[in-house]
């Protein structure tokens, strides 16, 4: 006689156990609209890559007068892209990288890479090594800058003063050369190798520690003289516009004479120049951050 079957238990199918988001965590984050104001920096900041780079390859082609204005261009989009997303309010960890990015390109290579095509390859080697070394020291001078920026705390005369010449104040002196070529001076050995010796003396003053006034401070224009500042600068745009190179000359000279009455402004200020500026290092390997 056959045994009755016994039946089988039947199985509960259990419901998928709900994550703990740790791998929606590791996809990244989802996508969501940015707004537009957001994006505006950043554009700017593309825009002045695009001008550096055109730079180079207008200098390629000859047009050294163009490729010139272009990496003055770009010198313009990186002053105003930090100013303009402060105003926007749509600052980021984003655009802070991507300046640093078109910074490198803009104010290194693009005017190392002018500058030996338009002069310093008559010098041969010597001339490519002044190129090199100019353009190391704007990434090396970027990397400091960047460090010291991102200190909690910092000392007080870090919103008037930069350690070492700006990378876009480096970018427009390092083509002086170029400037009086286009005015006339024969871009010869000669001039080729002291256009390098003057390349390698700015790429010192772009790693020096020297105070260099950033205009950044809130020093205020007596009202009486307003007027006055506002025509001053609308002469200086108009020579600019109508004797270019001259006025960059001018301009060029103005900046190296006015660096030694920085310094000696800073000294009266603040004393002798300390051995750490900032809190922790002034931004070299091996300070603790």
């Given at each position: 006689m056959e045994e009755p079957q016994q039946e089988k238990p039947t199985e509960t199918v259990q419901p998928p156990a709900e994550t703990d988001g740790s791998n929606d965590k590791a996809r990244g984050p989802r996508l969501r609209e940015i707004p537009l104001r957001l994006m505006i920096p950043n554009m700017i900041t593309v825009l002045a890559i695009c001008a550096g780079l055109s730079g180079i390859r207008l200098a390629f082609e000859n047009r050294v007068e163009l490729a010139v204005a272009m990496?003055?261009?770009?010198?313009?989009?990186?002053?105003?892209?930090?100013?303009?997303?402060?105003?926007?309010?749509?600052?980021?960890?984003?655009?802070?990288?991507?300046?640093?990015?078109?910074?490198?390109?803009?104010?290194?290579?693009?005017?190392?890479?002018?500058?030996?095509?338009?002069?310093?390859?008559?010098?041969?080697?010597?001339?490519?090594?002044?190129?090199?070394?100019?353009?190391?020291?704007?990434?090396?001078?970027?990397?400091?800058?960047?460090?010291?920026?991102?200190?909690?705390?910092?000392?007080s005369w870090q919103s008037e003063y930069f350690v070492g010449v700006p990378a876009p104040a480096g970018a427009m002196l390092v083509l002086l050369p170029v400037y009086l070529g286009l005015l006339g001076l024969a871009p010869d050995r000669l001039f080729a190798l002291i256009a390098s010796a003057y390349t390698v003396l700015i790429a010192f003053l772009l790693?020096?520690?020297?105070?260099?006034?950033?205009?950044?401070?809130?020093?205020?224009?007596?009202?009486?003289?307003?007027?006055?500042?506002?025509?001053?600068?609308?002469?200086?745009?108009?020579?600019?516009m109508t004797y270019t190179w001259e006025t960059m000359v001018v301009t060029a000279l103005a900046y190296l004479i006015s660096l030694p009455f920085g310094a000696r402004s800073w000294q009266r200020k603040y004393g002798d120049w300390p051995a750490h500026p900032a809190q922790g290092g002034d931004g070299l390997p091996g300070d603790n951050d």
């Open positions: 990496v003055l261009f770009a010198a313009f989009l990186d002053g105003i892209d930090g100013r303009v997303a402060r105003l926007l309010k749509a600052t980021s960890s984003f655009g802070g990288q991507m300046d640093s990015l078109a910074d490198i390109i803009n104010f290194g290579v693009a005017p190392a890479l002018v500058l030996y095509v338009f002069v310093l390859d008559q010098a041969r080697s010597i001339g490519w090594i002044a190129a090199l070394i100019y353009a190391i020291a704007t990434g090396l001078r970027l990397a400091r800058f960047n460090v010291m920026a991102e200190r909690q705390v910092k000392a790693v020096s520690r020297l105070p260099v006034w950033s205009g950044k401070s809130e020093n205020r224009v007596r009202r009486d003289l307003v007027l006055p500042a506002i025509l001053v600068v609308v002469f200086y745009v108009a020579t600019l």
